[in-house]
């Protein structure tokens, strides 16, 4: 057994160094290639349709996209559908623990509290191909408010479950908790969401700690966002911020992409968590065309030196020893700190014994206190290549193929950087064609391929 391995922004308009936890080229397939709607069934294995009522080749294949983008709307409900009102908001966690596999729950408009216990208040899907979305396929017009007593509104452990359209807040913890069930659970859809404000990361992703994880899940087309009224109720142990966007440990396949995070941050002067972080050897991770605003870090694959987490039958790197990640894509993210919170924002993508990690084509130019890219430790192999950057950092024996960036970044090359519009002008020389043919570059923040001439530097082909 081996150790682990503007039509974007308009669609969207969302963190140096060691937080401590509370919670604790291979033959395989990467993140990208499984296409959407499938997922892997691990290495070697076969690759099975997850079909969520998308149009054909969405949300954001890496080919031709449907005339509303990479985020359409879901498809019709279909199987068993129950439909609620806001009235029976204290039936609804019964409702959701009683669904049959195959069922929908269809929420009409309006707000839904619970009271009682933690158990009467917490959706836990424990059943597989399961749904709960909105009826009305409006996020804004239906919210599940935790008021700040339901520790999880929202947990997970059963295969191919899909929360969508909603709007989610207030959570003591997490807003959503996806674990291992009695097995390791696949297929998590979490889609077309509002996530704001929760005590602890909003987005919890783990095993149960009996070797069961959650794998090949999706966090799409969504806003996860921490607000000046949220902030006051941020757990501060350990490490005084202990908040995140998406935190993810020893996850498998994953994909976050088309979000956008933004206000991860704290005020007391301690150091959030990441928007996006995959870690305690998280594999195949694809990262893409999320816009991350004003949070203390951005992007973050591994953590710290050292670990004794998930381990992989294939061992896709023998002689490798411990990887807080392994393989994985960061491509075509934008991560931006306004001049206001320029304070909070530490590090845009960080990686700390992340193994076979390829960073392609981001754009991380606002002035961090420590470094628009960093990479760290001996086991840290990475190819860093096409990103418009401030800063790109290099500590304690870390290995990286590192090209064709640009650093110091002059805000002049793009359309208004001060207005997260991170478009190429026109006369943008220092970026224009000064790319480099990668074969997993993607698609550029506005859908486009980067494939016009010899590429542009950073997540936007002018």
Request: aromatic share 6%; hydrophobic share 35%.
């Amino acid at each position: 057994m081996g150790r682990v391995s503007l039509v974007m922004l308009a669609l969207l308009m969302g963190c140096s160094d060691d937080a401590t936890p509370r919670d604790a080229a291979a033959d395989h397939p990467r993140a990208e290639d499984l296409g959407d709607g499938a997922v892997a069934d691990g290495p070697g294995g076969d690759v099975a349709p997850v079909d969520r009522g998308l149009a054909d080749g969405a949300p954001g294949t890496d080919g031709p996209q449907p005339a509303q983008g990479p985020c359409p709307k879901l498809g019709a409900a279909s199987g068993t559908i129950i439909n609620v009102q806001p009235g029976q908001a204290q039936q609804l966690p019964g409702i959701v623990a009683s669904a049959t596999s195959g069922t929908t729950i269809l929420l009409a408009d309006g707000t839904y509290k619970m009271t009682g216990t933690e158990s009467q208040r917490r959706l836990t899907f424990a059943v597989p191909k399961v749904t709960l979305r909105s009826a009305s396929g409006n996020r804004e017009k239906v919210t599940i408010d935790g008021e700040y007593k339901t520790n999880e509104i929202i947990f997970i452990r059963a295969d191919d479950v899909t929360v969508a359209d909603l709007t989610l807040t207030h959570a003591v913890d997490h807003l959503v908790h996806v674990t291992g069930g009695s097995a390791t659970i696949k297929g998590t859809l979490l889609y077309n969401l509002q996530l704001v404000d929760a005590g602890e990361q909003l987005v919890k992703v783990n095993s149960d700690g009996q070797g069961h994880y959650a794998d090949q899940g999706r966090l799409e087309c969504s806003r996860i966002e921490m607000t000046a009224q949220g902030r006051p109720h941020i757990e501060t142990n350990p490490g005084g911020c202990y908040t995140g966007g998406i935190d993810a440990h020893s996850a498998w396949g994953w994909k976050v992409r088309f979000n956008r995070f933004e206000g991860i941050h704290c005020d007391n002067g301690s150091l959030a968590e990441h928007a996006i972080h995959f870690w305690s050897a998280s594999r195949d991770t694809l990262a893409e065309r999320n816009v991350i605003v004003d949070c203390a870090r951005g992007i973050g694959f591994g953590l710290g030196q050292t670990g004794t987490d998930r381990t992989y039958a294939d061992d896709p790197y023998p002689t490798v020893g411990y990887m807080g990640h392994v393989d994985g894509i960061i491509r075509n993210n934008v991560i931006h700190a306004g001049t206001a919170v320029s304070q909070y924002f530490d590090t845009g993508i960080e990686l700390n014994q992340a193994h076979g990690v390829l960073v392609y084509h981001n754009t991380v130019v606002s002035k961090p206190t420590f470094s628009s890219i960093d990479y760290r430790f001996a086991n840290t192999k990475a190819e860093i290549r096409d990103n418009l950057t401030f800063k790109i950092t290099v500590r304690d024996g870390a290995q990286g193929t590192v090209d064709h960036n640009l650093q110091s970044t002059p805000s002049a090359l793009f359309v208004d950087a001060a207005a997260v519009d991170y478009h190429l002008k026109p006369g943008a020389s220092q970026a224009i064609d000064k790319g480099v043919g990668v074969s997993e570059a993607g698609l550029d923040m506005d859908g486009e391929p980067h494939t016009a001439g010899l590429p542009d530097l950073g997540a936007d082909e002018l």
